[in-house]
C-alpha cells in the first residue's frame, strides 16, 4: 500500500489526480498541468514534497564524515545554515543519489535526498559511516512544502508569524534557518525564488490552507518536472545514475577538488575520468519540428556519432517542446531525433531553457 502525506486529505479535497510515485500517493495535477507550470513562474505556487527524505548527521565526526561521502566540500559552509547541492558516489565514480546538505551547527548537518533513492541510499550511507563518530536519525512526523514563483516569498510571508517574519527576512538564497520546530529554507527545484519548508505534520493542513488564501496554488508533480526541466536541473533516475558520473552529466561544478588532500567516495575514478576526458557531454535540445520530446528517444549528429535523450517533454514558457540529451563531445548546433520512426530537426542550445520567470536565451 502506497504512503499517504499528512497533506493527503487535502490533496483529494481539491480534487486532486492522484498516483503512486516511489511508493507515495501524490498529486500528479489538481486543474491543467499547463496552468500550473505557469501559476510558478508568473506568480506562486506550492507543492507537497514530504516524500522527500530528511536525515540530520550528528556527532563529532559528522562534518568529517560528509567530507568523505560526498563530492563537494561542507568546509564551504562557512556560516550556519548555508547549503550546498552535491552528488553522492560509489567507488567507480558512478552517481548514487544527488541531494542538498545544510549545515546546522559545526556538530550537525541536514541532508535531503530523493524519495526514490530512499532505501539503497540509508544502505550506502550505512555501509560507511562504521568508522565515524556519527548519529544518523531519519526525521519523522513531517511535512515538506516547496513554495516557488516570483511572488513565492512575498506571499509566504503574509501567513508566517511574526517571529517567522523576523527570522527570515534577510534570508539568503541557498539558506536554512530553523525556526522553533520549522526549518525554512530559500531553496528549490524549479529555476524560480522560493522557499522549502520542513515543518510538523500536524501544523501542515493549517499552513497549507493559510497559503491558499493569499494565493499560492497547488501545483502537482507533473508542473514541478517541467518546471525543473526547463531549469536544466538534472533528474536522478533520467539524467543521471549510477552508470553516469558528474562529469558525463554535466555536474562537475558539483565536485570539490581542493583541498587535494580531502580524500571522498568515488574520486580516484573521477581524478582518472578527468585525466583522459569524457567522451560525452549533456545538452539541451529544441525541437524545431512536430512532435514531443521524451526520454530515450535516438539523437543523430552526424552518421557516425548518436545520443540520447535523458529527459524531455513541452515548455510551457516556450511553447515548444525540449530535452535534455546526452552525446558525443563533438562540436554541432542542430540534430535530429528520431519520433516515431521519423527524423525532427532540433537545435542544440545550453542545457537551461528558462528561470525566473523568462526564456534563459
Request: proline share 4%.
Amino acid at each position: 500500500m502506497a504512503k499517504k502525506t499528512p497533506l493527503y486529505k487535502q490533496h483529494l479535497a481539491a480534487n486532486a489526480k492522484m498516483s503512486d510515485f516511489a511508493g507515495w500517493e501524490m498529486p500528479l495535477s489538481y486543474i491543467s498541468p499547463i496552468e500550473e507550470h505557469k501559476q510558478v513562474r508568473n506568480d506562486a505556487g506550492m507543492f507537497d514534497v514530504s516524500h522527500m527524505t530528511v536525515v540530520d548527521f550528528k556527532g563529532s565526526d559528522a562534518r568529517d564524515f560528509l567530507r568523505y561521502l560526498i563530492t563537494n566540500d561542507v568546509d564551504k559552509l562557512t556560516s550556519e545554515g548555508k547549503a550546498l547541492y552535491s552528488c553522492m558516489l560509489n567507488e567507480k565514480g558512478g552517481i548514487v543519489d544527488d541531494l542538498i546538505v545544510y549545515k546546522i551547527n559545526n556538530q550537525r548537518y541536514r541532508m535531503v535526498i530523493n524519495a526514490a533513492t530512499h532505501d539503497k541510499d540509508l544502505a550506502w550511507i550505512n555501509k560507511n559511516i562504521n568508522d565515524f563518530d556519527v548519529e544518523l536519525a531519519e526525521a519523522t512526523n513531517i511535512a515538506m512544502l516547496a513554495i516557488q514563483g516570483p511572488h513565492a516569498i512575498e506571499k509566504t510571508q503574509q501567513v508566517f508569524t511574526k517571529e517567522q517574519q523576523t527570522t527570515t527576512k534577510d534570508l539568503e538564497n541557498f539558506q536554512g534557518i530553523a525556526v522553533n520546530n520549522w526549518w525554512i529554507a530559500r531553496t528549490g527545484y524549479t529555476g524560480e525564488d522560493g522557499y522549502e519548508i520542513i515543518l510538523p505534520a500536524t501544523e501542515a493542513e493549517e499552513f497549507w490552507n493559510k497559503l491558499i488564501e493569499v494565493g499560492v496554488k497547488p501545483c502537482g508533480l507533473i508542473a514541478r518536472d517541467s518546471l525543473r526541466l526547463e531549469a536544466g536541473m538534472r533528474l536522478y533516475g533520467s539524467d543521471m545514475d549510477e552508470t553516469t558520473t558528474p562529469l558525463e552529466s554535466g555536474l562537475g561544478w558539483a565536485i570539490a577538488w581542493e583541498p587535494e588532500d580531502r580524500d571522498f567516495i568515488g574520486k580516484e575514478a573521477l581524478i582518472k575520468q578527468k585525466a583522459v576526458g569524457t567522451t560525452q557531454k549533456v545538452i539541451g535540445l529544441i525541437l524545431e519540428g512536430r512532435g514531443v520530446l521524451r526520454p530515450h528517444q535516438k539523437v543523430m549528429l552526424d552518421d557516425n556519432n548518436f545520443g540520447e535523450t535523458t529527459s524531455g517533454g513541452f515548455s510551457p514558457t516556450l511553447g515548444v517542446s525540449i530535452a535534455l540529451a546526452r552525446i558525443p563531445k563533438i562540436t554541432a548546433d542542430k540534430c535530429f531525433v528520431e519520433i516515431r520512426e521519423q527524423q525532427i530537426p532540433a537545435k542544440i542550445v545550453k542545457p537551461v531553457f528558462a528561470r525566473n520567470g523568462k526564456p534563459a536565451s
